[in-house]
């Protein structure tokens, strides 16, 4: 595996649902974590959810009880599944994935090329 892979984004209308995905096969048997980051127009990039491999996780205070982090049965795939979407949840989302072992792909932080999500009213 090389960089992260975002895949899930769209549009919908405020109140909807989306799920992102972020693909982490190359991972499986090490320690890692994923972590979500946001970038809307004219803003700094921000934190939005992490998990790391033993199932620990953490939610910016906007998301909380909207946004869930999950796996798949695999653990090959990290999703984040957003629901009762805002206008202000519009951003470009990007997975970065660490390596925390060195019997991940990698060591440290890389960025996936993000999706865009965009919540109408």
């Known amino acids: 595996q090389e960089d992260p892979v975002e895949s899930g984004g769209g549009s919908v209308q405020a109140g909807g649902s989306l799920r992102l995905s972020c693909e982490a096969s190359g991972f499986i048997g090490c320690r890692f974590g994923v972590s979500w980051y946001r970038q809307g127009s004219g803003n700094e990039r921000e934190f939005v959810a992490s998990i790391e491999s033993e199932g620990r996780t953490d939610y910016a205070d906007s998301v909380k009880g909207r946004f869930t982090l999950t796996t798949d049965r695999a653990e090959s795939m990290k999703f984040l599944q957003m629901t009762s979407l805002k206008i202000e949840d519009t951003a470009r989302y990007y997975c970065?994935?660490?390596?925390?072992?060195?019997?991940?792909?990698?060591?440290?932080?890389?960025w996936g090329q993000g999706t865009q999500v965009s919540v109408s009213s």
């Open positions: 970065r994935i660490d390596g925390r072992s060195v019997r991940c792909p990698w060591s440290g932080g890389r």
